[in-house]
T-cell receptor, first 116, second 112 residues
Framework: AQKVTQAQTEISVVEKEDVTLDCVYE???????LFWYKQPPSGELVFLIR??????QNEISGRYSWNFQKSTSSFNFTITASQVVDSAVYFC?????????????FGTGTRLLVSP | DTGVSQNPRHKITKRGQNVTFRCDPI?????LYWYRQTLGQGPEFLTY????????KSRLLSDRFSAERPKGSFSTLEIQRTEQGDSAMYLC??????????FGEGSRLTVL
C-alpha cells in the first residue's frame, strides 16, 4: 500500500541555518509523482515541487533544493539559509499511476520553526 | 484573487446539525478535489470531480457526506447530522487535467 513517512514532527532552527526535511515513501507502482507542499498558518497548501519517478535529478530553486533517491525511497527537502518566513508545516505527498494520479497521499507533516 | 476560494472559513455547529461548505475553483480547472485534514495530520482524500461528474469517493466519505458540482464549476460539500469526529479542516483543490493541485485556504469545522 502507498505510504509517506515524515519522521520529523517538529524542527527548530535559528535564522540562516540550513535545514533538511526528510520524506520516505512506499509504493508498488513504478510510475508515480512526489510532491512537497508548504502550509503556513493561514491554512492554504502551497505547491512547491512535483517530481516524477523517472527523474532522479536533484533540483534547486533559490534557497530550496530537493534530493530524490529511488534506491532509498526518499525525497528530502533542504532549505538553505533559513528565514523566519519559512516557518510553516511542510508536507511530502505521493500520487500513483494506478489511481490515475488523482489522489495525493500525504505524510503527517514536519513543522519548521525558524527563530530570529 | 483568482485562486481557489472556500466559504465559510470557519463553522461552529452543534452535534446533529447539517453544514454545507462551498468551493469555487480556479475558473479554467476542470478537476475539483475535497480533502479533510485533522489536527496534526496530513490531508486525506475524500472525493474528486471531473467537470460535473463525481469520479471517486473515499471510504472516509460516509453516507452523511455528500458532494456535488452541479454545473462543473463550484462544488458543495454537505455533512448531515454532524458528529464531533467530523471536526476538521475541509480543503478544496482544483487542477487542470494532469496538472498540479492548487488548494484553497480551507473551511474549518468545529462540532460542539
Amino acid at each position: 500500500a502507498q505510504k509517506v513517512t515524515q519522521a520529523q514532527t517538529e524542527i527548530s532552527v535559528v535564522e540562516k541555518e540550513d535545514v533538511t526535511l526528510d520524506c520516505v515513501y512506499e509504493t508498488r507502482d513504478t510510475t508515480y509523482y512526489l510532491f512537497w507542499y508548504k502550509q503556513p498558518p493561514s491554512g492554504e497548501l502551497v505547491f512547491l515541487i512535483r517530481r516524477n519517478s523517472f527523474d532522479e535529478q536533484n533540483e534547486i530553486s533559490g534557497r530550496y533544493s530537493w534530493n530524490f533517491q529511488k534506491s532509498t525511497s526518499s525525497f528530502n527537502f533542504t532549505i538553505t539559509a533559513s528565514q523566519v518566513v519559512d516557518s510553516a508545516v511542510y508536507f511530502c505527498a505521493l500520487s500513483e499511476a494506478h489511481t490515475g494520479f488523482q489522489k495525493l497521499v500525504f505524510g503527517t507533516g514536519t513543522r519548521l520553526l525558524v527563530s530570529p | 484573487d483568482t485562486g481557489v476560494s472556500q466559504n465559510p472559513r470557519h463553522k461552529i455547529t452543534k452535534r446533529g446539525q447539517n453544514v454545507t461548505f462551498r468551493c469555487d475553483p480556479i475558473s479554467e480547472h476542470n478537476r475539483l478535489y475535497w480533502y479533510r485534514q485533522t489536527l496534526g495530520q496530513g490531508p486525506e482524500f475524500l472525493t474528486y470531480f471531473q467537470n460535473e461528474a463525481q469520479l471517486e469517493k473515499s471510504r472516509l466519505l460516509s453516507d452523511r457526506f455528500s458532494a456535488e458540482r452541479p454545473k462543473g464549476s463550484f462544488s458543495t460539500l454537505e455533512i448531515q447530522r454532524t458528529e464531533q469526529g467530523d471536526s476538521a479542516m475541509y480543503l478544496c483543490a482544483s487542477s487542470q487535467q494532469g496538472g498540479e493541485l492548487f488548494f484553497g485556504e480551507g473551511s474549518r469545522l468545529t462540532v460542539l
